[in-house]
């Protein structure tokens, strides 16, 4: 039976990668991946040297097909994501559903767990997290208000991702629902200029108004609403 591992990658600092997801990485037959040019890069850095096949958020429903066709084909194969876990907020929950849908599905679909801007946020939040709402990254424009209304009515911590050049406009809107959120914002985790902001949302929005020069890379927002209890997010923004 083939087998698809999905592989978890470093998410900034390279030696994140783990032992299991190298030795796979060198015995399949090919990788699947959302940036060949930025896994290329993955690979060069640990000496490997695979066929990359790209897969990415709008690869049309018959290039999936014939990809699907090609892990049949093949031994086994490998699924990562330019950083983190793959089907988490990326590409690949699609090709796992059209593996799964398929009526003749014969791939054997193998988790390697490892990096995850996700848990890594919710590890550093100070919140109770037996419990949290995962939103992925807000809609562009539709959708939007009543994306942040639930953010701002949950009784649980959310997580969710942003990019930089909306950012702020997106804590704006936020604190409209909610002014009284406190905030830890997580930006660049494991990478050089890593940085982990807490306070309420009036003032880590001041903050970047301030600094934009810190408007750069990738976001993990957390929230707590005021009708959460447990926990605390208090701190100085750093």
């Known amino acids: 039976m083939p087998k698809l591992y999905l592989v978890a990658t ?6 994140d990668i783990t032992l299991r997801a190298l030795q796979i990485l060198k015995r399949v037959d090919f990788v699947l991946c959302e940036d060949t040019r930025v896994s290329a890069k993955l690979l060069k850095r640990f000496n490997i040297e695979k066929p990359l096949v790209s897969f990415y958020e ?11 066709g090609q892990i049949r084909s093949s031994d ?3 699924l990562i994501t330019d950083a983190g876990t793959p089907g988490i907020s990326d590409p690949g929950g699609r090709l796992i559903e059209e593996i799964l849908a398929s009526e003749d599905n014969n791939i054997e679909i193998i988790p390697v767990p490892g990096a995850s801007a996700l848990t890594a946020a919710a590890s550093v939040s100070g919140l109770p997290m037996n419990r949290f709402l995962f939103l992925g990254f807000p809609p562009h424009k539709k959708g939007r208000q009543n994306y942040m ?9 959310v997580i969710y991702y942003e990019s930089p050049n909306r950012l702020v406009k997106n804590l704006e809107l936020l604190a ?10 997580c930006r660049e985790m494991t990478k050089v200029h890593e940085q982990i902001l807490r306070g309420e949302i009036g003032e880590i929005i001041a903050y970047f108004r301030d600094n934009p020069d810190k408007l750069r890379g990738e976001f993990v927002i957390v929230v707590k609403n005021p009708r959460l209890k447990g926990g605390s997010a208090r701190d100085k923004i750093t």
């Open 10 to 15: 470093p998410i900034g600092n390279l030696e």
């Open 58 to 68: 709008h690869t049309k429903l018959e290039k999936i097909k014939r990809i699907i």
């Open 76 to 78: 086994s194969a490998v």
């Open 149 to 157: 209304r639930v953010v701002a009515e949950s009784v649980y911590p």
């Open 176 to 185: 409209k629902f909610s002014p009284k959120a406190r905030i830890v914002l």
